[in-house]
């Protein structure tokens, strides 16, 4: 080897140390980029020509930028961001949906149902007193418009869950198009270099992270460099080409317009099993959709219940008319038809109208409704009929929306008693509440406007309270509307439900949160800066550069003294 | 949660960023949580940090909202029992005072100015227990049962009139279970002691439309409805689920719907109108059985087989009769009601008739509606109407107008049925050993009768009619039209007239109003058996008048009856004051599961604050910690000494 030659050693060392050093300081420029993956230089040893004592090497280079990074830790990683991301999603929204129920607070569903029971129970004490009626009407307004509130609430809740999936689902689409935009710039940088664009993959790799938390992925690298992602079995992109996301709204089974994510190219259901997407879907379409529905059956077993025992009661006041809140669709049709358009069905039984003149004679008539669906059932135009031709001074009209409408005679008031076939009740005919459920759950206005028409009684006195106790009992009684449970106790087992929902999420989002520490603290031990070592780096890097400086300037000592010898 | 931080192998710059970074905002969480128990007083911040205790707070503060209503019904309960209580004693004590005043009367010391003199002050006792029976607590009519807002007594024809119903007033005093918290006025003074009516027996009739709860069944239990089983000769037995049918139309409906294809109908029997018929047109033996343990067929009166061409005849449902019961549906065939009644209330008569009435409603109005102080309602058995008379001390009659209406609904004030201790005024017959009365009919044919073993109108009638037949006589002994006396009536066709005299000197005769001449057709006799009221009022009444009318047996008769009544009212105290007891010691019971219930919801529910500082000041120590932690490890870097 010649002195040149020696040179050329030091220059390989002085080019590849300065490469190291770029690589150490770009390490440490780096330390607090987010996602950032750790470059290590690989320095090898260039090799020489053979000569009679062996081999001479020809110096170093820099034969790699290499990433510090485990790809499979990664796929972990990626699968930990989508489960972590859909059970904090999930655990949120209990969250919003325990504040809307605010059931630990001084002034919630429970205690409001419990206030108005209370209200009952004082006027089955004092039913002929007024203020104590204007109590109840109040505190079943007050019961009402919470529950009416909470409906609001929770579909408000419902709305935003739908703009969160189409949020989600934009972002999550134009993730995927910087994706397939980055794959082809990874596969065209790294095919002119050889080496990795890892500035190019690092950005790629945070944009999959953020893809996973809002679906789960699947990332298949290919040869050159670009990686394809599948969203379930479905692929998402391929090479350069994104499928595309979006969202579209659809009616469900209950007719509520939902918001659910698709692929752009075919329409195509998208599976979310994981992610951010799947967590809001989850709350949405299972927690949201058991609240709404266990809040429809407590407000239509408390319409129900109260109605059929109110119905058959009696005021401090009389009718001279009333007409029904409820209609059917057809008079012509059997009460209980199942398209008749009454949510509450009435059944084979009687119930009694008091005809009472202004001596205070009362004249009762049996009112008998057959719906055992053999021969001739009963109509709303056979009952109008009936009423009509047997209540000595009342007249029962069908009007032309369907409804039944009651009208006595001059001098004469009405009144009903013990229905046993619920058609009162059925027909929203001297009921309490009005609606089917807590969209429409509501005091009747004819009550409301005159808390006397409350049935407090089940005869004509003004001390009798006997209806309000039956009324009361049925918060604890169990109710065949309610599955068997009370109220009360459907109340506390709704509340319970969303207790062990909500724990169970906040228990998934911990564990799941563990996870992804416990992969992220991994990942960061393989791919993070660490300062000190950069510094060492950066020692040891320098100190090779001072080296084969020195060893140069050995060379070209050398060299000076060669060539002193021609001189 | 901190993170796992597992087998490491080196500690990159962002790892230290990123634990410092979790460690600080798990501190700081864990203190802000415990600042919000501390400042919110309670354990749980969310139902899910533990759904168990949330689940029993909620059913805790449920049963305390329960218990709280159970203790302000249980306090009102108290409150008007302790001012029906304190009202009660009023009421003894002018009892008593009303008792001395007939113990000291009844003799023949005081003279009649005496006795007049002592009649004003019984009329002030009368006006005093009027007003204490109208007392008013916090705006009701404490003793006026259900109608709170009616005064229960108001004087009628000048006499105190019962105005008030015996309707209980209840309130919830545990879990569904209700307590009766008030005392009718009628209670209180005994009024409710005795009804005149209820003396027909009515075979009311089925109906198709009637209700099944109308029905007391055959066994007596009323219709549990269910299944039953119907056997057609050599076939399997068929089930019949008759649940949910409301009158004898929907099971007859459901009935001839699952068997009218064998040749089975069900329907009323027309022979008797009270029991139910299976028409069997099948050509086989069938049999009605109970399905498992079921009562249907027995109550329904067909647990019952029949052979081939054979009818199953049921039992009778018996029947009791309503408001609505039609008057065609009291008796086989119908009662006709053509004539109307007479009610005299003291000298006052008022005639009503039933003329367009079709059902018992019917009825009950025209009577009640006469203003006359009288309230007919249907008895407990539904099977006869009882009349009320309302009106104290003031005799009450329902006769006949002509006819027999009176009798056929059962109200006729003397009736068969009638005890012979209610006649004159409850002070009854007294026979003597031997025969009572000697009765001379027209045809001259005399016959003694005796009554010792009589108790009642009817049984005194028959002791006439038996003696009269035997002693070969032609009079027949009845009650008479005006409904209050008895009646003779000879058909011997004698010249003379009919003559009633005493026999042994028993005043029998006299006492059954009969001690005069009739006619030689018939003898009217007096009036004996008017109806007056039970009670306190009519004793006082019968009390003042007699010192008024100077009438020792009166005076002594009215003195024994409310010496009764005293016991009565003593009883009555004693019974409101055992409920009164049984509500406080309710009350102590409530408050004490209140305390209990409140002390076990405290514990779930409200943080110890002990325990929350330590946590607290844990947590605060563990973020200074983590500060001082992550202040020097970020502080340290081997480039600090590179040079």
Redesign the interface.
């Known amino acids: 080897m010649g002195l040149t030659s020696a040179l050329g050693i030091g220059r390989t060392a002085l080019a590849a140390y300065q490469a190291a050093l770029q690589v150490a300081g770009n390490n440490i420029a780096n330390?607090?980029t987010p996602g950032?993956t750790?470059n290590i230089a690989d320095l090898s040893a260039i090799a020489g020509a053979n000569s009679r004592v062996g081999q001479l090497g020809n110096g170093v280079y820099v034969s790699g930028v290499r990433r510090s990074v485990s790809e499979a830790l990664n796929a972990r990683l990626r699968t930990a961001v989508s489960d972590q991301s859909s059970a904090q999603v999930e655990t949120g929204n209990?969250?919003r949906m325990?504040g809307i129920y605010n059931?630990?607070g001084n002034i919630n569903l429970?205690?409001l149902m419990?206030d108005f029971?209370?209200s009952l129970?004082?006027l089955?004490?004092?039913p002929?007193?007024y203020a104590t009626r204007g109590l109840v009407i109040n505190s079943a307004q007050t019961l009402v418009h919470r529950i009416r509130d909470i409906r609001g609430d929770l579909i408000d809740l419902h709305d935003d869950l739908n703009s969160q999936v189409e949020t989600a689902t934009a972002r999550a689409d134009e993730l995927a198009t910087q994706i397939a935009n980055l794959n082809v710039q990874i596969t065209t940088a790294e095919s002119g270099s050889g080496g990795q664009a890892s500035s190019l993959r690092d950005r790629r790799d945070q944009l999959l992270s953020e893809l996973s938390g809002l679906f789960e992925i699947t990332v298949r690298e290919q040869p050159g460099g670009a990686v394809n992602v599948y969203v379930g079995n479905e692929s998402l992109i391929q090479f350069g080409q994104s499928f595309g996301l979006k969202t579209v709204r659809e009616l469900d089974a209950n007719g509520i317009l939902k918001s659910v994510p698709r692929f752009k190219h075919n329409n195509g259901t998208v599976t979310a099993r994981s992610g951010e997407v799947e967590g809001i879907i989850n709350a949405r379409d299972t927690h949201f959709d058991n609240q709404i529905a266990r809040l429809d059956t407590l407000a239509s077993g408390l319409i129900w219940e109260i109605n059929t025992i109110h119905a058959g009661g009696t005021g401090l006041q009389k009718f001279s008319n009333i007409t029904s809140v409820e209609s059917v669709n057809d008079p012509s049709l059997a009460l209980n038809a199942a398209d008749n358009g009454l949510t509450f069905l009435p059944?084979?039984?009687?119930f009694?109208i008091d005809v009472k003149d202004s001596?205070g004679?009362?004249?009762?008539?049996?009112i008998?409704?057959?719906l055992?669906g053999?021969?001739t059932d009963t109509t709303l135009n056979s009952l109008a009929a009936d009423i009509t031709a047997n209540v000595s001074g009342v007249t029962a009209t069908v009007l032309a929306d369907g409804r039944l409408q009651l009208t006595a005679n001059a001098g004469l008031k009405f009144s009903f008693a013990d229905d046993?076939?619920n058609t009162l009740a059925a027909l929203g005919i001297n009921t309490f509440f009005t609606g089917s459920n807590s969209i429409d759950i509501g005091v009747n206005s004819l009550v409301a406007s005159n808390p006397n028409l409350i049935a407090a009684?089940k005869?004509d006195?003004?001390?009798?309270?006997?209806n309000i106790?039956a009324m009361?009992?049925i918060?604890?009684?169990g109710l065949a509307s309610l599955g068997g449970v009370s109220l009360?106790d459907f109340?506390?087992s709704t509340?319970?439900d969303?207790?062990?929902q909500?724990?169970g999420?906040?228990s998934a989002y911990?564990a799941s949160?563990?996870i992804f520490?416990?992969l992220?603290?991994?990942r960061?031990?393989?791919?993070?800066?660490?300062?000190?070592?950069e510094?060492?780096a950066?020692?040891q890097f320098q100190r090779a550069y001072e080296g084969a400086a020195r060893y140069m300037i050995v060379v070209d000592e050398m060299l000076q003294t060669l060539l002193s010898l021609v001189r | 949660m901190a993170a796992s931080i597992g087998n490491i192998t080196r500690v990159s710059s962002s790892l230290k960023t990123f634990t410092s970074l979790q460690q600080l905002q798990q501190n700081a969480i864990r203190m802000f949580r415990e600042q919000e128990r501390i400042s919110s007083g309670r354990k749980l911040l969310s139902i899910s940090d533990d759904p168990v205790t949330a689940e029993k707070i909620t059913k805790l503060m449920q049963s305390l909202e329960g218990q709280d209503q159970i203790l302000a019904n249980l306090q009102h309960a108290d409150s008007n029992l302790t001012a029906a209580d304190s009202a009660l004693t009023e009421i003894s004590d002018l009892l008593i005072e009303a008792a001395r005043i007939a113990s000291e009367q009844a003799g023949s010391f005081s003279s009649a100015d005496e006795r007049a003199s002592q009649a004003e002050i019984v009329d002030g006792i009368i006006d005093a227990l009027m007003n204490v029976g109208n007392r008013s607590f916090r705006d009701n009519y404490l003793f006026g049962g259900q109608s709170v807002t009616t005064a229960p007594l108001s004087t009628v024809f000048g006499r105190a009139g019962l105005m008030g119903d015996y309707g209980e007033r209840r309130t919830v005093v545990d879990r569904n279970f209700t307590s009766s918290y008030n005392i009718a006025v009628g209670e209180v003074f005994q009024l409710d002691g005795d009804v005149s009516g209820g003396y027909a027996d009515w075979n009311v009739q089925l109906n198709l439309n009637g209700r099944l709860s109308e029905l007391n069944g055959a066994l007596g239990s009323g219709i549990r409805l269910g299944r039953i089983a119907v056997t057609i000769g050599a076939a399997p037995a068929v089930e019949l689920d008759l649940a949910g049918c409301g009158t004898l139309a929907d099971v007859k409906s459901k009935f001839d719907d699952a068997f009218g294809g064998s040749g089975l109908a069900l329907d009323i029997n027309p022979a008797d109108g009270a029991t139910l018929r299976v028409v069997n047109g099948s050509g086989s033996a069938i049999q009605i059985s109970e399905v498992g343990l079921g009562t249907t067929a027995a109550d329904l009166g067909l647990r019952k087989s029949a052979g081939a061409g054979v009818n199953i005849l049921g039992d009778d449902l018996n029947r009791r009769a309503t408001l609505t019961t039609k008057l065609s549906d009291l008796a086989p065939g119908g009662v006709a009601l053509p004539a109307g009644v007479t009610v005299t209330i003291g000298q006052v008569t008022k005639t009503v008739t039933f003329t367009g009435a079709t059902t018992l409603q019917d009825v009950l109005n025209r009577l009640n509606g006469t203003s006359m102080g009288i309230r007919a309602s249907i008895n407990a058995d539904g099977n006869g109407i009882e009349i009320e008379n309302l009106v104290a001390g003031t005799a009450m009659v329902i006769g006949e107008n002509g006819g027999t209406d009176a009798e056929t609904l059962g109200i006729k004030t003397l009736d068969r049925g009638v005890q012979l201790s209610r006649l004159n005024g409850s002070i009854g017959i007294h026979p003597v050993s031997g025969n009572d009365i000697r009765i001379t009919g027209a045809d001259g044919v005399a016959f003694e009768v005796d009554l010792s073993n009589a108790k009642t109108v009817g049984d005194v009638i028959d002791a006439i009619n038996t003696a009269s037949t035997a002693a070969g006589a032609s009079i027949a002994a009845s009650t008479n039209n005006g409904g209050a006396g008895f009646r003779l009536v000879d058909t011997s066709g004698g010249a003379g007239n009919i003559v009633v005299e005493a026999a042994n000197l028993s005043p029998v005769a006299a006492e059954l109003g009969l001690l005069k001449t009739g006619t030689p057709t018939a003898l009217e006799g007096d009036n004996v058996g008017q109806f007056y009221q039970a009670g306190i009022f009519s004793a006082l009444y019968r009390l003042r008048d007699g010192l008024a009318g100077d009438s020792s047996v009166e005076i002594t008769e009215a003195g024994r009856q409310i010496n009764e009544l005293q016991k009565h009212v003593a009883a009555v105290m004693g019974q409101v004051g055992a409920r009164a007891g049984a509500v406080r010691s309710r009350v102590d019971q409530t408050q004490d599961a209140v305390e209990a219930t409140q002390i076990l919801l405290s514990e779930l529910q409200d943080v110890d604050f002990t325990e929350a500082v330590t946590r607290f000041q844990q947590a605060q120590t563990a973020l200074q910690a983590s500060l001082l932690t992550t202040s020097q490890t970020m502080n340290l870097s081997l480039l600090n000494f590179l040079s």
Do not use: C, H, W
């Open positions: 330390v607090g950032y750790r209990l969250d325990e059931p630990l429970g205690t419990a029971f209370k129970g004082d089955q004490n004092n002929e007193d059944k084979t039984g009687s009694f001596s004679s009362v004249v009762r008539t049996q008998n409704v057959d055992d053999i021969g046993t076939s009684a005869s006195l003004a001390g009798d309270g006997s106790t009361t009992m918060q604890d009684t009360n109340y506390t509340m319970a969303l207790a062990v909500l724990s999420a906040k911990e949160s563990a520490d416990s992220t603290v991994q960061e031990s393989i791919s993070g800066v660490n300062l000190d070592e510094a060492v950066l020692m």
